[in-house]
């Protein structure tokens, strides 16, 4: 066997660290790849960010490599906490730029970091023909009316960014009738690409494939009457609102359940599918039909006679001095002074002189107390 010469020992001795000698350590990286129509995209400038608690902005550019991969080391390991960064890196296509997701974990340098970048498409003066995936409305009454929070999820199932046309733009969408102060934030739309006219929401900015979201706010005066209309294509819709809130119906939509979305803050909650119709439509529904108290008393007095007569009859019949249906009728028709009015009134005062003044059964009793809600009522009747 041939020994290794001194000199080649002394080569590899060169080539390792020198014992207990600090290690340079290695520095994270961020391993991506930019594709364009869900192609490699070579050539790509990519730029990387950075977010950190003091500042903010670019700090490295690479060009992507043939298979539109490209490669980053960062400073820092990403942290989320109040003094980590965060990390993320950008395409410009077209004048459009396409933004990667936020790299907060170090967990996250473990999977290929992905850019989707799209060719653009015009479209049509009116907007894209895009529907909305879900729509979520929540309603909270404020000191002038109603806020309304109105939430849009636009599904783009295409290959290409639509762009809006010179005097177009780009999506579009209408509005309840007559809502005041609106406000359009929030979501994966700026407030400077959208505006409402014409009872109208108007985006003037890019619509890139996925799922996109938006929000816009407004008040309405009332939530009766309430007309919320509803694009081509809108297939689930959910209507929230916080309670107290007066009974309403939403056609088309059924009320499901209540839901608490915070602690003590509960919401009436209405979902499904969207209605045929195009439009949700809101009413206040009727209160739950109430008799007045007298007409309470009536069928009260009715349901004890009812069970007094019930006790009478498995008692063997009835005792000396109690309600003859007979008697009842010849009273109510037989001639007793006046028109038939006079008659009730005599037989009800009558009724009274029974009922406070003799000891009477507690069948008895509630027979008599029917039979005189049952002439009260026919006198309330012809009054």
Do not use: K
């Not at 007979?326 to 009273?331: H, R, V, Y």
């Amino acid at each position: 066997m041939t020994r290794p010469s001194i000199l080649g020992l002394l080569c590899v001795g060169l080539m390792l660290p020198a014992a207990g000698g600090a290690q340079e350590e290695a520095r994270p990286e961020l391993d991506g790849q930019a594709t364009r129509n869900g192609a490699p995209f070579p050539g790509a400038e990519v730029i990387l960010h950075r977010v950190s608690a003091t500042e903010a902005g670019e700090i490295d550019t690479v060009t992507a490599g043939p298979e539109g991969r490209f490669r980053f080391a960062l400073p820092s390991v990403p942290r989320e906490d109040q003094e980590g960064d965060i990390y993320f890196a950008s395409v410009r296509h077209l004048g459009i730029v396409y933004f990667g997701r936020a790299v907060s974990r170090a967990i996250q340098l473990d999977s290929l970091y992905t850019i989707q970048a799209y060719d653009t498409l015009t479209a049509p003066a009116s907007g894209a023909p895009l529907p909305v995936a879900t729509r979520y409305i929540i309603a909270e009454e404020g000191p002038t009316g109603w806020l309304m929070t109105d939430l849009f999820e636009i599904a783009h199932e295409g290959d290409r960014t639509y762009v809006p046309a010179a005097e177009g733009a780009s999506w579009r969408h209408p509005l309840p009738a007559g809502l005041r102060n609106p406000q359009v934030g929030g979501g994966d739309v700026s407030s400077d690409a959208a505006q409402v006219e014409d009872d109208a929401l108007v985006l003037s900015g890019p619509i890139s494939p996925g799922v996109r979201q938006f929000v816009l706010r407004y008040e309405v005066d009332t939530l009766d009457g309430l007309v919320i209309p509803l694009a081509p294509g809108t297939r689930v819709v959910e209507f929230l609102v916080r309670e107290p809130a007066p009974d309403l119906e939403v056609d088309g939509v059924p009320g499901v359940e209540t839901v608490e979305l915070q602690p003590g803050m509960t919401f009436r909650r209405y979902a499904g599918e969207a209605p045929t119709s195009g439009a949700l439509r809101v009413t206040a529904a009727d209160p739950p039909a109430r008799l007045p108290m007298e007409w309470v008393a009536v069928v009260l007095a009715i349901l004890l006679a009812a069970a007094g007569l019930v006790a009478v009859g498995r008692g063997g019949g009835a005792t000396a001095g109690s309600a003859d249906p007979e008697a009842w009728t010849e009273a109510a028709t037989g001639d007793e002074g006046g028109d038939e009015r006079a008659r009730l009134l005599l037989e009800v005062a009558r009724l009274d002189q029974r009922l406070e003044g003799e000891a009477l059964e507690p069948a008895e009793r509630a027979a008599l107390a029917a039979r005189r809600a049952e002439l009260v009522a026919r006198l309330s009747v012809r009054a």
